[in-house]
């Protein structure tokens, strides 16, 4: 698939402005797809040529052995469904088959578009069922006990403490936080510009005691930028690492979990439940779905309705408590 593949995520990057995540993971998934097909036993044809349809299924060996192409036209649903039947036998959870499925559908419908292809063989595979698992979050107990963990006796901890408000005070993602820089904040009027998923801004109120704690931090940033002994210091970054470095997602997501450990919480949830847990209680204190969708950054509306669930059982844990009859 070398040349479609190619043109496709090129197409992702520079008209869809995706991630780097997303690239990864869209290559990943049409490079098994493309395995598989090499090894499937599907009709093959002549080595493609420059021009052909084909997709390349792979090189001319050292020994000379030619691994032949798939034409597109071969491609169907029967096909595409004996590979999702693969990723079952071998134990791929539900959720990555259903992503590998997505991308799929994706990348025939641009051929589609593009007119290589007249139809998407993707379309008529069903999506695996997923279990509904309902995002795992803390209690307001929980976090008052977890944000009172980082010490401020130094600049990491004061870094510490700020990340970990912040974090809870906004609901953004791992990966919007660590790419902020010191001019997306305005601690004056208490908000914070984000760039989402697509390159997606969006403005984001940032609660008093996550504004007092990212002001102090920004007091003693300095330190972390004169202490660097190597490497190239990032002074527009607004989260450094010890070494004046912007500081990176696995860094970031080191440091919530220390301190989810430390409060005592422990492993129950991961960094990201701490985006769940801002959107639980808006949502358990009365606030609009529609308000916490663009407060999230989520595209559709369908995103945010699982936190309801959510909601729908601490409702039903107050009627059984409050209720006589309960």
């Not at 021009?51 to 595409?80: K, M, N, Y």
């Not at 803390?138 to 408000?165: K, N, Q, Y």
């Not at 109120?205 to 330190?223: E, M, Q, T, W």
């Amino acid at each position: 698939m070398l040349e479609q593949i190619e043109a496709y995520l090129l197409y992702l990057q520079a008209e869809r402005a995706a991630s780097p995540h997303t690239l990864k993971n869209y290559t990943i998934d049409l490079q098994q797809f493309r395995t598989f097909l090499r090894t499937s036993g599907l009709p093959q044809s002549e080595p493609a040529v420059s021009g052909s349809t084909g997709l390349t299924t792979g090189l001319i060996e050292p020994g000379g052995t030619v691994h032949r192409t798939v034409e597109l036209a071969e491609i169907d649903s029967l096909a595409i469904r004996a590979f999702v039947a693969d990723l079952h036998r071998k134990g791929i959870a539900r959720s990555s088959i259903a992503r590998k499925l997505a991308t799929l559908r994706s990348f025939f419908r641009y051929l589609c578009r593009e007119g290589v292809l007249q139809a998407n063989p993707a379309k008529l595979v069903p999506t695996p069922k997923l279990p509904k698992r309902l995002p795992a979050h803390l209690s307001v107990d929980e976090v008052d006990r977890l944000l009172v963990s980082p010490s401020e006796e130094d600049a990491p901890g004061a870094r510490d403490l700020a990340i970990l408000e912040l974090f809870y005070a906004s609901g953004i993602r791992l990966s919007e936080l660590t790419g902020l820089d010191v001019r997306d904040l305005d601690i004056r009027e208490g908000l914070v510009r984000v760039k989402g998923k697509g390159g997606k801004e969006r403005i984001v109120p940032v609660g008093s005691k996550a504004i007092a704690a990212l002001r102090r931090y920004l007091g003693r940033r300095s330190d972390l930028i004169q202490g660097s002994k190597r490497g190239a210091p990032e002074p527009m970054a607004l989260f450094l690492n010890r070494l004046g470095g912007r500081l990176s997602q696995r860094g970031a997501a080191r440091i919530v979990l220390k301190y989810l450990n430390r409060s005592g919480v422990g492993p129950k949830i991961t960094p990201h439940g701490l985006r769940h847990s801002y959107a639980t209680h808006l949502l358990q204190a009365g606030a609009d779905l529609r308000a916490i969708q663009e407060l999230l950054g989520h595209s559709r509306l369908s995103t945010t309705q699982r936190y309801t669930h959510l909601n729908l059982d601490h409702l039903m844990e107050v009627y059984d408590k409050a209720h006589p009859r309960a």
